[in-house]
């Protein structure tokens, strides 16, 4: 048992712990897809109008004309460095590339626009964004381009901190740019000669960005963990209850062990002053007395049986059965003759049996236990002045029947589908004085299974019950 509980301990953390992962896994993917979508609508809104507000101009309202201003007066000298002295060409490009940092730097209108933006689009959003520039080509001749920046360059006299992996940033704000937070990826070019082509880009994101993500997953984030929580308490009040049950079963099972201990010695007592009796002459012991021994020897040797089986069910907690071949006929009519000896003068059992000899293989005190159990029941659950229970036995070509018929209170269809039940008890107006635990017709369903065999219950209201036990004929 103590092995099987820590079997039971490791497997239940370990899916807990597989559960938590697989939590914290979905959460992840929930952020990540959020963090992906964020803003989706608003950038969406934000695109469209950064196109329109630089619909002839690059980067921001102003930009172009700088551009224009250093680069045209520059192209010969680029042109001619660029074909001849390439690496004076890289230099003298470096100087410019710097002196347009500088000028768009010195003409910022970024807030400007990006307020423009956010009150036409109607976000009341306080946004981080950069400017960036991916690269800068030239074209001599107004059919092919040669390289003047990208990203991969450093200019001297520029901050580093400006100089991004990706371009050359303007208005830096100090967050990490992704493509969940571009609005905008432009590229523009004049295919005419001494004229470029600029890639530029504006990443925008609420400052509260992670924060707004979430608030956004509060609701899933609460229900995983009150989920989780949950399943805590549910395996601790489980364990709890698991190890109260343990200590009952052990108790029930240390009490029943010490009473079929001292029970065994009366039982046998009385099974040897009944062998005496037995043996004894007949003038001191007259026939009827030498059957009523008998009886009580037998009845002995069942209750002995009885200790014993309860013993052994205790321990292994199933039904044990060891069966043997039967007479049927005989066994039955032992059993109604031992319970003969209690009937009261309103009460009587009929039997009829069939004409052939039937063999069955059963385990003796199970099978009279069972029997024993519904005639019982056939005689408390019945109020007529005159009670009546009738045992008959059938044959067909692949079952035995075996059928017990009262003309009792009967039973309604929901309490048909409960009989069986663990402690299920009928309780209508007439059957409720009726004394018992409810596992009479529970043992008997048990012995049933145990021998798989099969009962069938049909009863009518005020007419009475019949249970019919159908024994299979091995071939």
Not at 206 to 232: C, D, H, W
Not at 237 to 266: A, G
Request: proline content about 4%; charged content about 20%.
């Amino acid at each position: 048992m103590q092995r099987q509980f820590r079997i039971y301990i490791s497997v239940t953390i370990f899916c807990f712990i597989a559960l938590i992962a697989v939590q914290l896994f979905l959460l992840y993917n929930t952020y990540e897809l959020l963090n992906e979508r964020f803003y989706y609508d608003k950038k969406d809104k934000l695109n469209q109008l950064y196109g329109k507000a630089i619909a002839n101009d690059v980067v921001y309202p102003g930009t172009h004309a700088i551009v224009d201003s250093i680069l045209h007066p520059q192209f010969e000298k680029l042109s001619h460095l660029y074909y001849h002295n390439p690496q004076q060409y890289r230099v003298f490009s470096n100087q410019l590339i710097r002196i347009i940092f500088e000028e768009v730097n010195a003409h910022n209108t970024g807030h400007a626009l990006i307020a423009e933006l956010l009150q036409e689009a109607g976000i009341p959003d306080s946004l981080r964004f950069s400017f960036l520039i991916r690269r800068i080509d030239l074209t001599f001749d107004g059919k092919s381009y040669v390289p003047f920046y990208n990203a991969s360059l450093k200019i001297p006299g520029i901050p580093q901190a400006v100089q991004h992996e990706k371009g050359l940033l303007f208005h830096p704000d100090n967050f990490e740019l992704t493509n969940s937070n571009k609005i905008s990826g432009v590229g523009i070019s004049r295919p005419a000669p001494n004229s470029y082509a600029m890639n530029f880009q504006l990443h925008a994101q609420p400052y509260n960005k992670r924060f707004a993500i979430l608030e956004q997953m509060r609701g899933t984030f609460t229900s995983t963990v009150v989920t989780l929580l949950a399943l805590i308490v549910i395996f601790i009040l489980t364990i709890r209850n698991w190890m109260r049950q343990i200590r009952l079963s052990n108790m029930k099972s240390d009490f029943i062990n010490n009473v079929t201990h001292e029970l065994n010695t009366p039982i046998t007592s009385i099974i040897m002053a009944s062998l005496h009796i037995q043996h004894a002459n007949n003038e001191e012991c007259p026939p009827k007395t030498v059957r009523m021994a008998q009886i009580i020897e037998r009845q002995s040797e069942r209750l002995r049986h009885l200790v014993t089986r309860v013993l052994e069910f205790t321990n292994v907690r199933l039904l044990p059965v060891k069966k043997e071949q039967l007479f049927l006929h005989t066994t039955v009519e032992e059993i109604i003759e031992t319970y003969r000896l209690q009937l009261q003068a309103s009460q009587q059992i009929i039997f009829q049996p069939s004409a052939e000899v039937i063999l069955v293989e059963a385990d003796p005190f199970h099978f009279t236990t069972l029997l024993q159990n519904l005639i019982d029941n056939a005689f408390k659950y019945n109020e007529r002045e005159h009670k009546i229970v009738t045992i008959s036995i059938g044959i067909s070509t692949n079952n035995i029947q075996l059928t017990v018929t009262d003309n009792g209170i009967g039973m309604h269809k929901h309490t048909i589908q409960h009989v069986f039940d663990k402690y299920y008890r009928y309780q209508d107006h007439k059957s409720s004085p009726v004394k018992g635990l409810g596992i009479g017709l529970y043992f008997v369903k048990q012995c049933i299974l145990a021998h798989h065999w099969q009962i069938e219950v049909k009863s009518v209201l005020d007419k009475g019950s019949r249970f019919i036990i159908t024994i299979p004929i091995k071939a």
